[in-house]
């Protein structure tokens, strides 16, 4: 049982390249979030899934797009990457119903020049 | 629009020397409060859930406490493992939206 996996670790990017970024879950929870972890900060959430082809906006979504077309899967993309998405990207998922805690992956350290 | 508000945003301790975290938080209908651990390079990992003001929680040397506006996070005779990020956040609302965070303690534990 490997909880929750990210996919890549760490990326470079340059300003206006696009990537996604993949988050896995084996855990068979219906919600999913991104969130975003910058110094001095703390974790804002991006965007989040309550189901397989749903999707929502949470705090911070400029600039990003998700999808989630597969259960246990949930994709981040960027478009056109820009500096101010340097960060470090964490993905979340969470059963239905209480408690509602949330299982963090080990996160992708991103990278934009 | 809910807060979290951690403090101290750092602390060192002598190993040993019991303390507390304090975590604030304006929130409108608390669906419950959250304490993670956060090591450099990794991803936060639950600690404990609290619901109801009075509740308390406990893991080895660590005892987590609810009340209506803050959450303490009391750690007892800590060792230099205990070192690491603590971050505490709020689910609130009807809906199935995100956690909102603190930004943290990063506590450390000298020999």
């Known amino acids: 049982n490997a909880g929750v996996t990210q996919t890549p670790k760490f990326r470079v990017l340059k300003t206006g390249q696009s990537m996604t970024l993949l988050c896995a879950q084996d855990?068979?929870?219906?919600?999913m979030y991104w969130y975003r972890q910058d110094p001095g900060m703390g974790l804002r959430l991006i965007h989040y899934?309550?189901?397989?082809?749903?999707?929502a906006k949470g705090e911070v979504p400029d600039g990003y797009n998700v999808s989630r077309l597969k259960k246990q899967n949930f994709l981040l993309g960027l478009e056109s990457a820009a500096p101010s998405q340097t960060s470090v990207y964490f993905c979340?998922?969470?059963?239905?119903?209480?408690?509602?805690?949330?299982?963090f992956g080990p996160g992708t350290r991103l990278l934009v020049l | 629009e809910d807060q979290v508000t951690q403090s101290p945003e750092a602390l060192r301790l002598q190993e040993g020397e019991s303390s507390s975290l304090n975590c604030s938080y304006t929130?409108?209908?608390?669906?419950?409060l959250f304490w993670y651990r956060q090591d450099p390079g990794k991803g936060p990992e639950f600690l404990f859930t609290?619901?109801?003001a009075g509740e308390e929680k406990e893991k080895e040397r660590l005892k987590a406490t609810l009340t209506k506006k803050e959450s303490f996070l009391h750690i007892t005779a800590p060792k230099p493992e205990d070192s690491a990020t603590y971050l505490c956040?709020?689910?609130?609302?009807?809906?199935?939206?995100?956690?909102?965070f603190g930004k943290g303690t990063h506590l450390i534990i000298q020999p």
């Open positions: 855990m068979n929870h219906e919600y």
């Open positions: 956040a709020s689910a609130s609302g009807g809906g199935a939206d995100g956690l909102t």
């Open positions: 929130v409108s209908g608390l669906r419950g």
């Open positions: 899934s309550v189901g397989e082809g749903t999707t």
């Open positions: 609290l619901y109801s």
């Open positions: 979340a998922s969470r059963r239905t119903g209480a408690p509602e805690t949330q299982y």
